[in-house]
C-alpha cells in the first residue's frame, strides 16, 4: 500500500540551511506536497511539486523529487526561529481522492 | 473571508459519552475530509466526502461516524465504541481542479477524562 516516511527530528541554527527528507512508495503519484503546521494549528500548504518536475523554487524553498528512488526534499534557506514547527511531507493518491501523509518532521531553529 | 471553521477548540468528554464535533467551510469545495492526529503518527485519515449525501470510510473509521447533509457541513461524531478517542482531529476541504491543495482547519483537540 502506500506508505509516506521522514525522519522525525532535526534541528538546525539560526542562519542555516535546513534539509527535510521524505520517501514514498507510490510511483504513480502526480502531486506531491509539504505542508507546514505550527503548534495548536491546522496544516498550511507550503509548496507542492508534480511528479515530472524534478525542482521547484519558491523564495526560500527548493523542492527537489528523485523520481527513480522515490525521494523528495525540501530545503529552507536562511532558517529562521519563525521556520521552527512540524513539515508534513504528502503524496496525491492517483485516481482517487486520497492524500497520504507522513509522521512530520518536527524542526527546532535554536537562535 | 473564505476558509474552514472546526468548533469547538477544546473538547472534555466523559468516557462513554458520544459527542459530535462541529467542521464548516466556505469555500464551495465539493471533497471534506476527517483527520485524526496523534503524536509521531503523522495523519490518519477517518471519513471523507467527495459529495453531498455521500461518503467513505478511510483507515480509522471504527468507532466514528459522519454525515453531508449540506456541503459546508461535515461533522463528526466520536462515540463510546472508539477506544482510544483522545486526539487532536482536523478536518479539511479540497479544491476539485490543478494541484488539488488541502486547505485544513485550525483542529478540535478531544480529551477524554
Known amino acids: 500500500g502506500e506508505d509516506v516516511e521522514q525522519s522525525l527530528f532535526l534541528s538546525v541554527r539560526e542562519g542555516d540551511s535546513s534539509v527535510i527528507n521524505c520517501t514514498y512508495t507510490d510511483s504513480s503519484s502526480t502531486y506531491l506536497y509539504w505542508y507546514k503546521q505550527e503548534p495548536g494549528a491546522g496544516l498550511q500548504l507550503l509548496t507542492y511539486?508534480?511528479?515530472?518536475?524534478d525542482m521547484k523554487q519558491d523564495q526560500r524553498l527548493t523542492v527537489l523529487l528523485n523520481k527513480k528512488d522515490k525521494h523528495l526534499s525540501l530545503r529552507i534557506a536562511d532558517t529562521q526561529t519563525g521556520d521552527s514547527a512540524i513539515y508534513f511531507c504528502?503524496?496525491?493518491?492517483?485516481?482517487?481522492?486520497?492524500?497520504?501523509f507522513g509522521a512530520g518532521t518536527r524542526l527546532f531553529v535554536k537562535a | 473571508d473564505g476558509g474552514i471553521t472546526q468548533s469547538p477548540k477544546y473538547l472534555f468528554r466523559k468516557e462513554g459519552q458520544n459527542v459530535t464535533l462541529s467542521c464548516e467551510q466556505n469555500?464551495?469545495?465539493?471533497?471534506m475530509y476527517w483527520y485524526r492526529q496523534d503524536p509521531g503518527q503523522g495523519l490518519r485519515l477517518i471519513y471523507y466526502?467527495?459529495?453531498?449525501?455521500?461518503?467513505q470510510k478511510g483507515d480509522i473509521a471504527e468507532g466514528y461516524s459522519v454525515s453531508r447533509e449540506k456541503k459546508e457541513s461535515f461533522p463528526l461524531t466520536v462515540t463510546s465504541a472508539q477506544k482510544n478517542p483522545t486526539a487532536f482531529y482536523l478536518c479539511a476541504s479540497r479544491t476539485g481542479t490543478g494541484y488539488n491543495e488541502q486547505f485544513f482547519g485550525p483542529g478540535t483537540r478531544l480529551t477524554v477524562l
Open positions: 469555500l464551495n469545495h465539493d471533497a
Open positions: 504528502a503524496e496525491r493518491v492517483p485516481g482517487g481522492f486520497k492524500t497520504i
Open positions: 511539486i508534480f511528479s515530472n518536475m
Open positions: 466526502s467527495q459529495i453531498v449525501n455521500d461518503f
